[in-house]
């Protein structure tokens, strides 16, 4: 059964840091690039990043550059978003996802639609 899992989240004051991270069980990351996406109350969802199959390329929403930053280990099964220097307007459920591609496709997609398999979303409270 292919399942991913996110874990890392909780309260964070302004400013501070969080890792979150993204490990599947049941399949194998290697063929799969990784969107991560939040959600706040009452809003629709939003692709924040993304990674490739290989890590070579990723993505990310304009809110986030310079600030998030995702990477992969695939020895390990796990994908990580990196979350530094939060703000209260992260403050969302985070969700990971995956997307089969191509060995020779090193591009991903921030587009919810996109995604094929879906982690059941951890909390991130970003608040003083």
């Known amino acids: 059964q292919l399942q991913l899992v996110e874990s890392g989240g909780g309260l964070v004051q302004p400013g501070g840091s969080l890792r979150l991270s993204c490990a599947a069980s049941?399949?194998?990351?290697?063929?799969?690039?990784i969107g991560w996406f939040r959600q706040a109350p009452g809003k629709e969802r939003e692709g924040v990043s993304c990674?490739?199959?290989?890590?070579?390329?990723?993505n990310h929403a304009d809110s986030v550059k310079g600030r998030f930053t995702a990477s992969r280990d695939n020895a390990k099964n796990t994908v990580y978003l990196q979350m530094n220097s939060l703000k209260p307007e992260d403050t969302a459920v985070y969700y990971c996802?995956?997307?089969?591609?191509?060995?020779?496709?090193?591009?991903?997609?921030?587009?919810?639609?996109?995604?094929?398999?879906w982690g059941q979303g951890t909390q991130v409270t970003v608040s003083s």
């Open positions: 996802a995956a997307q089969p591609r191509p060995p020779w496709v090193n591009t991903c997609s921030t587009s919810p639609r996109d995604y094929d398999y």
């Open positions: 049941g399949f194998t990351l290697d063929y799969y690039a």
């Open positions: 990674i490739s199959i290989s890590g070579g390329s990723t």
